[in-house]
């Protein structure tokens, strides 16, 4: 049944961050309707974000099919949309509209840039929004441009988690007496807000503009490292005690280059004689020797690496029902959610289980 069950949906389909939140809401237990165009996608994917939803196929430009989302969203407790500022009020379908068919209505809008602003109109991706956040700054070393994970950080980590608390808070507050409202989550937002403990250590001077020279970035014992294979492996041993452990099993603990773990100054040096270690055993001889202690260490796994490891495969992270995916996530523990990833529907496959309720 899941966390979220008894909870209604809908979204209006969408690229990217939009359908994640769906999935993740879905993924709790929220009964998730997609809205969503007839015939094949226009990206086409595996449909991993469309998973334990309903889909409902209709072109939004057809007579009737306005008045069909808005009998659907007079008794839904949220909805979802990514389009640009102003294309859902000219379809019909804008907040004032939606909230006045439903005034406990959580009427959630995920975008780049928000929905005011002098960028507000402007295309842009992940990339431009964390960029543009400050968030992008500190994905390196300084010896080259900054490089984050596709997606992960503006879509997904500023973006749909941002939107799928929003929704859940709006819904609490409409249920406990309040009224629906408008959730305007925008990724430059959301990733200017996952800024914040950086900010916290950079007020403590504990982090730099600079990249490259801060605790988080710079040291030797907090870095990634390329093996004798080919492959990579990272360390983060921040707190003394598991620095100390890291040059014990390193075999360094008497060795006076690394006596200093704050020396700002000897990092780059530090850096280069890790480099030079770690370049002369394999990912996997490093991994027999530091995984598992309390030295801070994890290899860098690819996905379907990532889904074969032993902790892993333990925590049934990952599922390959016809395609890889991670399973839901969080966990709880009286209303758990499906051990296995739901169904991935075909588009249209719910209309005439989802229109007989309205006739």
């Known amino acids: 049944m899941g966390v979220l069950s008894g909870v209604r949906i809908i979204e209006i389909a969408g690229i990217g961050p939009g359908p994640f939140c769906g999935m993740l809401l879905a993924d709790l237990g929220a009964d998730v309707i997609v809205v969503e165009r007839p015939g094949p996608?226009?990206?086409p994917t595996a449909g991993i974000l469309r998973r334990g939803k309903r889909s409902l196929a209709?072109?939004?430009?057809?007579?009737?099919?306005?008045d069909t989302v808005l009998q659907l969203i007079e008794d839904a407790d949220g909805l979802i949309e990514g389009m640009r500022p102003g294309a859902m009020e000219r379809l019909g379908l804008g907040p004032e509209v939606c909230l006045a068919r439903n005034p406990r209505l959580a009427y959630g809008r995920m975008t780049g840039w928000g929905q005011d602003g002098p960028l507000s109109q402007s295309a842009g991706h992940d990339n431009n929004y964390i960029a543009l956040s400050g968030a992008l700054h500190y994905a390196g070393s300084g010896e080259a441009p900054p490089v984050a994970p596709p997606t992960l950080v503006g879509d997904l980590g500023g973006g749909a988690l941002y939107l799928a608390l929003g929704i859940v808070s709006a819904i609490l507050h409409a249920r406990g007496g309040g009224k629906g409202q408008v959730i305007d989550a925008a990724i430059?937002?959301?990733?200017?807000?996952?800024?914040?403990?950086?900010?916290?250590?950079?007020?403590?001077?504990?982090?730099?503009?600079q990249r490259g020279t801060?605790?988080?970035d710079?040291?030797?014992w907090f870095n990634t490292y390329r093996c004798k294979d080919g492959r990579d492996i990272t360390v983060g041993a921040l707190e003394a005690k598991f620095y100390r452990l890291l040059l014990e099993r390193l075999?360094?603990?008497?060795?006076?280059?690394?006596?200093?773990?704050?020396?700002a100054g000897q990092w780059p040096l530090q850096r280069a004689a890790f480099a030079e270690l770690f370049?002369?055993?394999?990912?996997?001889e490093w991994c027999a020797l530091l995984e598992g202690s309390d030295a801070c260490f994890a290899p860098v796994l690819a996905p379907s690496e990532a889904a074969q490891h032993p902790h892993m495969q333990a925590r049934g992270v990952y599922s390959s029902e016809g395609v890889l995916?991670?399973?839901?996530?969080?966990?709880?523990s009286a209303t758990p959610a499906p051990a296995a990833p739901n169904a991935i529907p075909a588009i249209g496959q719910h209309n005439e289980e989802i229109l007989s309720r309205l006739r």
Do not use: C, W, Y
């Not at 075999?251 to 020396?263: I, M, N, T, V, Y």
């Not at 370049?279 to 996997?284: G, H, Y």
């Open 214 to 216: 801060s605790v988080l």
């Open 58 to 66: 209709l072109d939004l430009k057809e007579p009737g099919a306005i």
């Open 279 to 284: 370049a002369m055993r394999t990912r996997d």
């Open 41 to 43: 996608a226009e990206i």
């Open 218 to 220: 710079g040291p030797h």
């Open 325 to 332: 995916q991670a399973n839901a996530a969080p966990r709880f």
């Open 251 to 263: 075999g360094l603990a008497g060795d006076r280059r690394f006596a200093s773990q704050h020396a």
């Open 188 to 209: 430059v937002d959301g990733s200017a807000h996952l800024m914040n403990l950086l900010l916290d250590l950079s007020g403590a001077g504990l982090m730099r503009e």
